[in-house]
């Protein structure tokens, strides 16, 4: 068997002439056009037309790239997880896919001596991903068969070798999940785990100073790392491959690329060879389009480091200059804006009222013209307020974004969703205190007009006045 690494999370398992394409996101231009690869794919999507399988394990789009498998041939089926809900198979079965869901922890055979068990992050259990989440997001149906968590992992094997592919789930729900794997498949050949962070956090944060940006990067990287060792302590691997969450930021993001925690992967590799005895576990970084055989251990070819300097002329050259997905939009009016607010409101009420979740934050969203939407999630309302000053909240949430992407956000998910504008970079976010309420953005994912006719003409009469408390 052997394992050939090409971007990011994207991996290909071969055992002879038995294949399976894991989270192909092969081109650049996820998340509405902000991130990139470095380098640049030497390779297309179609040449991987022969694979048997396409493994996706969640909807992400650095996981889930309609991009890219635009370009695949449809004829290839898709295995997911079963989830509770359905977003993915049915994104995946509009670009004309068959989905081959399959249930949490069923080792299931695919061809030739090739096997995959996926299994949900939260092990199918509501009340660990609930208390993950801080509140209990699940809706009342949760209890139905398939998972409440957006994220798998998988475990491939021939018989012989065992890869255990866990991307980006997170060990705090996985845990358990993780040991029952080791009890299960005993030798792990093979475990591809993430090492850094795909988040908006700290680049996009708005009012931190420069230095503080580097330190948070700095700290998030060094616990991102900390937590791969975690894996590691559980699944005692005989290689390990760091990947997944990697990516450059492009257009107008691109001054950002110094703050995310996403390390070079050299520095990563010295950390993880000095943390972890490689005559323990070894550690395999590989060039895109490099394999290693885990029969032998033999490598295709030495990992060479990216060389830094012809990275940033690469990212001022040719990255910089990229536009996002909405900036080709008109540019809304506020009363266009404003239209989307009432139904929107109406729609995080519901949701906030679900889960039980109230907060004292204030969250604010500035639209056009100096005007911003003051939004409550306690049940106080909303209203408009024109150029706030942040001194006056005890606590607030400040979420800056160019009013075309707002206007789509407003729209709802079929435009684009508040969770991947953020991990995008998208929003610029500045906090008082400076601490992550899990809860309110869970709550913001809701703030959408789907499903309701919102027209507004571009001459109708903006308010700044209250509209509802």
């Known amino acids: 068997m052997r394992v050939t690494y090409l971007e990011s999370a994207a991996i290909l398992i071969e055992d002879g002439d038995d294949s399976v394409l894991c989270d192909p996101w092969l081109l650049d231009g996820a998340y509405y056009g902000s991130w990139a690869h470095y380098p640049e794919p030497d390779f297309e999507p179609e040449e991987f037309d022969d694979v048997d ?24 089926p898709v295995l997911i997880h079963d989830y509770r809900w359905d977003y ?16 949490h922890g069923e080792r299931t055979h695919l061809t030739g001596d090739l096997r995959i068990n996926v299994l949900a992050a939260d092990g199918c259990d509501p009340e660990r991903c609930g208390n993950y989440f801080g509140c209990t997001w699940y809706d009342t149906e949760a209890e139905t068969p398939g998972s409440t968590q957006v994220d798998s992992m998988a475990v491939i094997d ?33 475990l591809c785990h993430q090492y850094s962070a795909a988040q908006f956090y ?10 503080k940006k580097i330190r948070e990067r700095d700290r998030v990287i060094r616990e991102k790392h900390e937590r791969a060792i ?15 969450g990697e990516y450059v930021l492009t257009g107008d993001l691109a001054h950002l690329n110094e703050y995310t925690a996403n390390p070079p992967r050299e520095e990563a590799l010295e950390f993880f060879t000095s943390a972890v005895d490689p005559d323990e576990h070894e550690c395999v970084f590989l060039n895109s389009g490099e394999h290693i055989d885990l029969e032998t251990g033999e490598r295709s070819e030495p990992f060479q480091p990216a060389d830094p300097d012809a990275k940033q002329r690469y990212i001022e050259a040719e990255l910089a ?82 009013p075309r992407l707002l206007r789509r956000l407003f729209e709802g998910p079929h435009s684009a969703y508040w969770a991947d504008a953020k991990i995008g970079s998208h929003l610029g ?34 308010s700044t006045k209250t509209a509802q408390d």
Do not use: W
């Open 88 to 103: 993915l198979k049915d994104a995946i079965g509009e670009l004309g896919f068959e989905v081959i869901e399959l249930p």
């Open 321 to 402: 200059s990229r536009s996002f997905d909405y900036e080709a939009d008109p540019m809304p009016t506020l009363s266009e804006l404003q239209a989307y607010v009432p139904c929107a409101y109406e729609n995080i009420e519901a949701k906030r009222e679900r889960i039980g979740y109230s907060s004292d934050t204030t969250v604010l969203i500035p639209l056009v013209n100096g005007v911003s939407l003051e939004l409550t999630l306690n049940g106080d309302g909303y209203r408009y307020v024109t150029d706030p000053d942040t001194d006056d909240y005890t606590g607030y949430v400040k979420l800056e974004a160019d």
């Open 429 to 462: 976010i500045q906090k008082e205190p400076d601490i992550y309420e899990r809860g309110l953005y869970l709550c913001l994912g809701s703030f959408h007009t789907h499903g309701y006719d919102i027209t507004a003409p571009p001459e109708a009469t903006a």
């Open 230 to 244: 975690d894996f590691l302590h559980i699944f005692e691997p005989n290689y390990y491959m760091p990947f997944a």
């Open 202 to 211: 700290p680049q996009a944060v708005t009012n931190y100073s420069h230095e």
């Open 158 to 190: 021939n018989g012989a070798c065992t890869v255990v592919n866990t991307n980006d789930v997170p060990f705090s729900i996985s845990e358990p999940v993780c040991h029952r794997v080791k009890h299960e498949y005993g030798e792990v050949d093979l």
């Open 53 to 76: 399988y396409i493994y996706i394990s969640h909807i992400h789009p650095d996981h889930f790239d309609p991009d890219t498998l635009e370009r695949l041939d449809a004829d290839i």
